[in-house]
């Protein structure tokens, strides 16, 4: 079992920065790649970065390229999200996930763990 644990959350204005931090325990050498969903009010979830054991791939929503960017820290079982440039359409619930399975995950299926979620507000 994995458990992940979203940090750094909170209120920002548009323009803004926040960094999210995703905390691994467990079994963390069991999955390799790591991802970031957000969720808005009445929306889906939907994808947006996800990165390879090594920090060598990477991948982003169009949404959020070249604003966000996804790293990771192995030494402390973290990955982080930069998010710059926020906008108010960037506001939801940001969730950290984990796959079992080597590979490039765009869709919540391929993720075998959860997080709790944490909030990004983006006022205008």
């Known amino acids: 079992q994995v458990q992940l644990v979203e940090s750094g959350g909170g209120l920002v204005q548009a323009g803004g920065s926040l960094r999210l931090s995703c905390a691994a325990s467990g079994r963390t050498f069991s999955t390799p790649v790591t991802g970031w969903f957000r969720q808005a009010p009445g929306k889906e979830r939907e994808f947006v970065a996800t990165i390879s054991w090594s920090g060598s791939t990477k991948y982003y929503a169009d949404s959020v390229k070249g604003r966000f960017t996804i790293s990771r820290d192995n030494a402390k079982n973290t990955v982080y999200l930069q998010m710059n440039s926020l906008k108010p359409e960037d506001t939801a619930v940001y969730y950290c996930?984990?796959?079992?399975?080597?590979?490039?995950?765009?869709?919540?299926?391929?993720?075998?763990?959860w997080g709790q979620g944490t909030q990004v507000t983006v006022s205008s």
């Open positions: 996930a984990a796959a079992n399975t080597i590979g490039i995950f765009t869709t919540k299926n391929w993720y075998d763990y």
